[in-house]
């Protein structure tokens, strides 16, 4: 499809505003912050996988979670989906270019995460016994 000049300074306008109600960067943000989206891009930072690789890599994700977050990733273009014909059908999943740059960040909020889990739950069970008493 071709773009008019007059068409592409019109979309050069556009801003995005992830707190105003109807920006579509709100669903980004939806499908980067939920858990499983998270691990599996995560998970895929070391190469191409195969669908039951990643189950077993990421534990406790069902095989319809499995699926669909890979199918929403593959949708918006985080992850290539590549089907190899074989016997059994060989399918592998890797991160594209804009899935690899979302790993400095994903990384780095998985690794804050493991690095202050113990602070976490510290806070918590404080949280959660002042709400006893009261």
Not at 56 to 62: F, K, L, N
Not at 106 to 112: D, F, H, S
Request: aromatic content about 4%; overall charge neutral.
């Amino acid at each position: 499809m071709t773009v008019t000049a007059e068409a592409r300074r019109a979309q050069d306008k556009v801003v995005y505003n992830a707190f105003m109600a109807a920006c579509p960067t709100r669903q980004v943000l939806a499908t980067i912050a939920d858990k499983w989206a998270a691990l599996l891009i995560t998970a895929l930072a070391d190469g191409s996988q195969r669908h039951s690789e990643l189950a077993r890599t990421v534990a406790g994700v069902s095989q319809k979670m499995l699926t669909q977050t890979l199918r929403v990733l593959e949708r918006d273009g985080v992850i290539a989906r590549t089907v190899t014909a074989s016997v059994p059908v060989r399918v592998d999943y890797e991160l594209t270019d804009l899935g690899e740059s979302l790993m400095p960040i994903l990384g780095a909020l998985k690794t804050w995460s493991e690095t202050h889990i113990r602070e976490i739950m510290a806070a918590r069970d404080e949280y959660e016994a002042r709400e006893l008493v009261a």
